[in-house]
């Protein structure tokens, strides 16, 4: 780790100086050069000499310690920095960075304990003047745990969300199924059917709660993937609209708009009507009015040499207050009058990023909400 000292603290610019060779000449840290004070680093930077004394102690280290630097600096490592393992081991006993193993060069970020139960992510490097020499210094990273935390409650959040719109469906699978094998001849053909179908569309919402589980977990590791394929914008949305209208949306909410021609697109259908599905459903079951869809050609995102096709939704609702705007693309966010796991624009935002292109919310020409995503041509490369 390189760390100059091109502005000096007073505090401890002593001592970060103090290092010495075995032949007795000064040394620094890093190079003067680089202009960068520890006090600057965002994470916690603790520097211990040959014998283990500590020679820099950072702010951002006293911070997240609780230990004034003054209490730091001079004092052996294991004392100044008394950590302890998960287990109650002491760390710098279980590790003898100074007398274990020569060939060691550190030890990776892990969770450990400071006294009174102080949570701290620690990582360490071990600097040696030749690949199996005495170690020299002993530079130690320090971060504290509410990013961890927070990501923790993310994921237990999405637990309990998914969970709790699991249950209703499953328990009605089940309470009908169970109905229907005790008392199957006690009811006619007409009750059979009406459970077997609410049955059969509680089996679908199931289905389509992991799709969006799944579909989060491969967006937020990055492995989404996507068939490619050529892709009929237009024909897409009127099936998306053609179906809202079979499930008794009048045919005159929906007005489709297409500017042609619209270029050649290649993209994954099944995501596609994913996300074509989603901002439809938002629009009809949240929106009021005419739902506006128009599709039209646009530059590529990002690059205003290569086509692209741009899909809005708009309807002549309420809208999206404005200092919501920015938090619509996020988890779980649910507007006044939204139900569901607020996930679906999460994956929206993710499958669109995915091919390529952008997303946008605004306020629609008729004060309701619009959103507008565009996706560029991208020809599957052995097309190329």
């Known amino acids: 780790m390189a760390v100059g000292m091109s502005r000096p603290r007073q505090t401890h610019t002593a001592a970060v100086r103090a290092i010495t060779d075995g032949e007795g000449t000064s040394g620094i840290i890093g190079d003067t050069a680089t202009g960068i004070d520890p006090d600057d680093l965002p994470d916690g930077l603790v520097v211990a000499d040959e014998s283990g004394r500590i020679i820099c102690f950072n702010s951002a280290a006293a911070r997240i310690t609780a230990t004034p630097r003054a209490a730091a600096l001079g004092r052996p490592l294991e004392h100044a920095l008394p950590l302890e393992d998960l287990k109650g081991r002491r760390w710098w006993a279980l ?11 550190g030890q990776p970020e892990r969770n450990l304990l400071l006294p009174g ?15 199996t020499g005495p170690v ?18 993310s994921h237990a959040e999405l637990i309990a969300t998914v969970a709790h719109e699991l249950r209703s469906p499953l328990t009605s699978v089940k309470g009908f199924t169970a109905t229907l094998l005790a008392k199957w001849e006690r009811f006619t053909d007409d009750q059979k059917r009406l459970m077997l179908e609410t049955v059969d569309a509680d089996a679908n919402r199931v289905n389509r709660l992991i799709a969006e589980l799944l579909d989060i977990s491969r967006i937020d590791s990055g492995r989404l993937e996507l ?19 079979a499930n008794g949306q009048a045919p005159d909410r929906f007005l489709v708009r297409t500017r042609q021609p619209l270029p050649d697109l290649w993209a994954d259908p099944d995501k596609v009507d994913q996300v074509l599905g989603n901002l439809l459903e938002n629009a009809v ?12 050609p646009a530059p590529a995102p990002g690059k205003s040499d290569e086509s692209g096709t741009a899909v809005t939704v708009s309807d002549e609702g309420p809208g999206i207050p404005e200092e919501s705007m920015g938090r619509v693309f996020t988890r779980f966010w649910r507007g006044s009058k939204r139900g569901g796991t607020g996930l679906g624009l999460y994956i929206v935002k ?13 306020r629609g020409p008729g004060g309701g909400a619009e959103f507008r995503f565009i996706l560029p041509v991208s020809a599957p490369a052995y097309l190329k």
């Open 95 to 105: 590790t003898d960075p100074y007398g274990g193993l020569a060939t060691r060069v």
């Open 117 to 131: 139960g102080r949570e701290v992510l620690v990582s360490a490097r071990y600097v040696r003047d030749v690949p």
């Open 136 to 153: 020299r210094r002993l530079v130690v990273s320090l971060r504290g745990t509410e990013a961890r935390r927070r990501t923790e409650r």
């Open 227 to 245: 068939r490619r394929q050529p892709v009929d914008i237009s024909a897409a949305v009127e099936r998306h609209v053609q179906a809202h209208t």
């Open 285 to 296: 079951r949240h929106g009021e009015g005419t739902v506006t869809i128009e599709i039209a």
């Open 350 to 362: 993710g499958i669109v990023e995915a091919h390529g292109g952008t997303i946008t919310v605004d």
